[in-house]
């Protein structure tokens, strides 16, 4: 079991950029793979990006490839969301999630749920 706090979340235009932070705490040696997730308004909740704690392996989804960013901090037990060229569309609850692989992550098998930060992106 793994505790995530998410932070970096805000108001932005669009074109604009913001970059979130989820800090892991407790027994992350039980998650293999962190990423993030996102929920706007009357939509179902959709992978955003996830990596791997050991080998920095990535994945994204198609729609956010080439704007996106995720990183990770090993030492600081954190893993970042670089998000560039913000459109209305980006605007959601962002989640950060852990799963025991990246192929779960990406599919949704999530075993840890971080609380949410809002994102808005205004026109």
């Known amino acids: 079991q793994v505790q995530l706090v998410e932070s970096g979340g805000g108001l932005v235009q669009a074109g604009g950029s913001l970059r979130l932070s989820c800090a892991a705490s407790g027994r992350t040696f039980s998650t293999s793979a962190m990423g993030w997730f996102r929920q706007a308004p009357g939509k179902e909740r959709e992978f955003v990006a996830g990596i791997t704690w050991s080998g920095g392996d990535i994945r994204y989804a198609d729609s956010m490839k080439g704007r996106f960013t995720i990183s990770r901090d090993n030492a600081k037990n954190t893993v970042y969301l670089q998000m560039n060229s913000l459109k209305p569309e980006d605007t959601a609850i962002y989640y950060c999630?852990?799963?025991?692989?990246?192929?779960?992550?990406?599919?949704?098998?999530?075993?840890?749920w971080g609380q949410g930060t809002q994102v808005t992106v205004s026109s």
């Open positions: 999630a852990g799963a025991p692989s990246l192929e779960r992550l990406r599919q949704g098998g999530i075993g840890s």
